[in-house]
């Protein structure tokens, strides 16, 4: 009888973290695809305003806040299905962004301002690097379970 109890529990266990893979595989897919509409439409705004002449940093740091704040609408609804206030939600994204932003730009800055790699292909990289950050941070620190809030 210990057995059978034993084995429905381990059952149950690896049951439960089914449901969470599931889920967690769930929101990859949703925040890839919404990163990879948003991201490629960005970037090529970023190449045309910078083909033009406009300042890379400059040019990145201005997409990136408006690409932030489209982002949080879609991560917190779409993504994540977020249940929790806006204000919590909304100050840990800021800083979650803010960390990201500074990843972005220390990217820019070091590849293309100390190593003069073309800022195209650094820019292309950095999109990827910031966005499995920001993945992580957002599911563990931004759109948590509401009861933090």
Request: zero cysteines; glycine letters at 12%.
């Amino acid at each position: 009888m210990g057995k059978r109890v034993l084995v429905s529990q381990l059952l149950a266990v690896n049951e439960t973290q089914w449901a969470a893979i599931r889920a967690s595989a769930g929101q990859l897919l949703r925040y890839g695809l919404l990163g990879l509409a948003t991201n490629i439409a960005g970037f090529l705004v970023y190449l045309l305003v910078t083909h033009f002449g406009a300042p890379p940093a400059a040019t990145m740091s201005f997409f990136y806040v408006i690409g932030a704040i489209l982002g949080f609408w879609g991560n917190k609804r779409l993504t994540f299905a977020h249940q929790g206030g806006v204000l919590a939600s909304g100050m840990r994204y800021v800083f979650a962004h803010a960390v990201g932003y500074g990843l972005n730009l220390s990217l820019l800055l070091i590849f293309v301002g100390k190593l003069g790699y073309p800022h195209q292909w650094v820019q292309g990289v950095a999109i990827l690097v910031v966005a499995g950050y920001l993945f992580l941070a957002f599911k563990f620190f931004v759109f948590t379970n509401p009861e933090r809030e």
